[in-house]
């Protein structure tokens, strides 16, 4: 996180339970998410790593089950939050309705968002690039 100067990167597949914070020794503060039940399978997960000096600038979280996360930040402009959104999408093998479900989630949560606030969007998203569109013939045009 230091080495590479990061303020709020975010993680995908952390395959933890629950929703929490944690404050580690280094002084860098850790929000994460999961599924809610702790006998719940130990899969998907997202978190956000706060650096100190983002610590300074939070203003609040938000979990939204285990593939999305969102923390909100004072900016120097008043009036202005920015809002950091964590998610980790469904691959395309996953049901229909789960994929469903996420994105409108994803969407309302995103619409939450005041127009004026900067809202950022970051986490895997489960896509693949390149010219290969072998059985994707439908959907990549």
């Known amino acids: 996180m230091r080495r590479y100067n990061l303020t709020v990167p975010g993680i995908s ?35 956000l790593m706060l650096s100190k000096e983002a610590r300074n600038a939070f203003v609040g979280w938000e979990s939204h089950g285990s593939r999305i996360i969102k923390a909100s930040f004072k900016t120097k402009k008043e009036g202005i939050t920015m809002n950091i959104i964590q998610c980790y999408a469904p691959t395309n093998d996953s049901n229909d309705d789960i994929e469903d479900q996420f994105y409108d989630r994803l969407q309302s949560i995103i619409e939450k968002c005041p127009r004026k606030d900067l809202t950022i969007l970051m986490g895997d998203l489960n896509v693949k690039v390149g010219i290969d569109i072998t059985g994707y013939e439908d959907i990549m045009k």
């Open 13 to 47: 597949e952390t395959h933890w339970t629950q929703a929490g914070q944690q404050r580690l020794n280094t002084g860098e503060m850790l929000l994460y998410s999961g599924y809610e039940e702790e006998s719940a399978p130990h899969t998907q997960g997202v978190a």
